[in-house]
């Protein structure tokens, strides 16, 4: 499974266009994507609050097109019987600006107990049509001032997380015929839970937080080539990634690092070193079909690229005094998948199965030379979600990640159980509280999220909640049980 510490369907076809923007906001979003084109570090889209809200598809276009993208369509025949006057041809085609603005505070009361979080984010986007073509640009800005009172953090982590810029979904989007282009920077999401990660295998995540944040801020879009056909039920995908974009995981000492340093090895003598390849031949390729039956949304897809979340290859010297190299390794990995959907009426149920072949994971070994051993393993979750009255939600998941070929000095025990509980309901119109409950059976330990939404019916909300981990080490979550945090979150969207 891609949860915490080791990894966690479809995007839009189409992006809104509507009203013009003005030269100063264009030149504000020119000097966001410049920013980003100098830092380090993306972050995602889409939110744990979309998930599992549509109602049943009864086309494929109804499937792959969103409700911004139908609003701002025009009806195709229509069109077709109306061609464009002389001076409609001659206008120019409007553009669209947006984005939003987010501030996230989190205090960690665990001992010991510290400053977490203060981070600001702005992300500011522009796109239209020109000449047939559909285009976007957007970029984004991140800046967290709590490394600069507070004193916990590394040097390294606050030189990692205090600043960074970068392009987001940056693309042009070209149909010919029966196929659709879109080449650039952007979100390919081929599976979609709530909470964690499973058949998403082609985005890359932004794990500084784990699955703490929302997920239009922890998915990282890649530079891609994507090639989709439509006919009838059918849409098949061919995805192309010349430049992979991994994950970001942090570096040592920061808030939520997966990996524990020994206590023998003295932090002088600990060197960890960013090993993510991004030549030609590390690119990533991958193709999905997917299939409408009698009202079964049904997938099936192959995918091969470096993996985007680290394994870490360890090096160990005993002389004269102990020394620890701690290294980023993304081998070579395939993933065959499926997945399924199904509206019944009462209820929603979805279900998600991957087998990886060749990845890296770790050995408790102390003779081994790098402590990875690479093997394969299946993932699969089913999830039932039902709406309630005052649009709540009630989701039940339950996963498993399965070893084949186990061996005995693996870390990770040949099978691992886990469930995932939410629940969400509207007062009123302004008050939405959310619980989510995620732990893993096998080792007890879990990760409690309980938030309360105050929604202004505009374009600003406001979140107060906290995030509770319970549990021994080695499980998903009881390696952060010193975590537990309160936070608070702003958001503006323009």
């Known amino acids: 499974m891609n949860a915490t510490g080791s990894e966690m369907q479809a995007a839009a076809l189409h992006h809104a266009r509507s009203a013009s923007s003005r030269r100063s906001r264009i030149g504000a979003l020119a000097a966001a994507i410049w920013l980003g084109s100098t830092g380090v570090g993306v972050h995602a889209a889409d939110s744990l609050d979309s998930l599992f809200e549509e109602p049943e598809p009864e086309s494929m276009d109804e499937l792959f097109t969103d ?3 139908a609003a701002d369509k025009p009806d195709e025949a229509t069109a077709a019987k109306e061609p464009a006057t002389p001076a409609q041809r001659a206008e120019p085609a409007a553009t669209h600006f947006g984005g939003f603005f987010e501030n996230k505070l989190a205090y960690t009361y665990a001992r010991p107990k510290h400053w977490s979080l203060a981070r600001n984010t702005l ?5 239209g049509s020109l000449n047939g073509m559909n285009w976007k640009v957007s970029g984004r800005a991140v800046w967290d001032p709590v490394f600069d009172f507070e004193d916990y953090y590394p040097h390294k982590v606050e030189d990692d997380q205090q600043f960074e810029a970068s392009v987001r979904e940056t693309y042009i989007d070209i149909s010919r015929g029966d196929l659709d282009f879109r080449i650039g920077r952007q979100h390919i999401i081929w599976g979609e839970m709530v909470g964690l990660f499973f058949a998403d295998v082609v985005s890359a995540k932004d794990m500084r937080e784990l699955v703490l944040q929302e997920f239009d801020i922890l998915r990282i879009p890649q530079w891609a080539v994507r090639a989709e056909y439509f006919q009838d039920e059918l849409h098949a995908e061919f995805v192309w990634i010349p430049y992979m974009t991994y994950n970001e ?3 040592p000492g920061a808030e939520f690092f997966d990996v524990e340093l020994p206590d023998f090895v003295p932090a002088q003598n600990f060197r960890y070193r960013r090993d993510r390849p991004h030549a030609l031949d590390d690119g990533a390729y991958g193709v999905r079909f997917t299939y409408l039956l009698d009202g079964w949304d049904l997938s099936a897809f192959h995918y091969n690229s470096r993996d985007a979340m680290p394994a870490f290859a360890r090096t ?5 005094e102990p020394f620890l190299t701690l290294r980023e390794v993304h081998e070579r990995i395939a993933q065959t998948g499926a997945t399924l959907a199904k509206d019944f009426g009462s209820f929603v149920l979805k279900a998600e199965a991957i087998y990886t072949r060749n990845k890296p994971v770790g050995v408790d070994d102390p003779a081994d030379t790098d402590g990875l051993l690479r093997t394969d393993l299946l993932d ?7 709406a309630l009255a005052n649009e709540g939600r009630f989701n039940l998941q339950a996963f498993q990640r399965w070893f084949p070929d186990h061996e005995r000095t693996m870390v990770d025990d040949d099978l691992q159980s886990g469930l995932s509980l939410l629940l969400s309901r509207r007062f009123g119109n302004h008050w939405e509280p959310e619980l989510l409950w995620i732990t893993s059976v096998d080792h007890s330990d879990s990760l409690l999220r309980a938030k309360l939404k105050w929604l202004s019916g505009g374009n600003w909300n406001l979140a107060l909640g906290v995030d509770v981990f319970d549990g021994d080490p080695g499980g998903m979550f009881g390696n952060y049980d010193t975590r537990d945090r309160v936070y608070t979150e702003l958001r503006l969207t323009f």
Do not use: R
């Open 67 to 69: 409700e911004a993208d």
């Open 316 to 320: 160990l010297d005993v002389a004269p």
């Open 249 to 251: 995981v942090g570096e």
């Open 123 to 127: 992300e500011l986007s522009l796109d």
């Open 380 to 386: 699969y979750v089913v999830g039932l979600e039902w």
